[in-house]
């Protein structure tokens, strides 16, 4: 099994900055992509950031610019550096994994979510 644990977040002001961090452990075989989701209250939810195992970073239009997604592969941990908040950045952050473990004898992959995290940006 594969655990994503969740750190960081809270509140700012507009304008302000927040940092948040996934670590993934347990019988992690590879780390491939890792993401960044956001879900509103009563809106789907939606992709914010992607980095890819070569580091290359993506980000959907309403973040791009202003937030910044990195990861230290040798500790199996990904951030999300949020710049210039915005209330409509408001919204619980999961971290998506998509990973390879050995588990019970056999190698799975799949992708696995983080515990989420509230980001609240209202002055």
């Known amino acids: 099994q594969v655990r994503l644990v969740q750190s960081g977040g809270g509140v700012a002001q507009p304008g302000g900055s927040l940092k948040i961090s996934c670590e993934a452990s347990?019988?992690?075989?590879?780390?491939?992509?890792m993401d960044w989701y956001r879900q509103a209250p009563e809106r789907q939810r939606e992709l914010v950031a992607t980095i890819t195992n070569s580091i290359t970073a993506n980000y959907s239009d309403s973040v791009k610019g202003r937030f910044t997604v990195s990861r230290d592969r040798a500790k199996n941990l990904v951030f999300l550096q949020m710049n210039s908040l915005k209330p409509e950045d408001t919204a619980i952050y999961y971290c998506n994994a998509d990973a390879s473990a050995y588990v019970q004898g056999q190698y799975t992959r799949e992708r696995y979510w983080g515990q989420g995290t509230q980001v609240t940006v209202s002055s």
């Open positions: 347990g019988s992690i075989v590879r780390l491939y992509a």
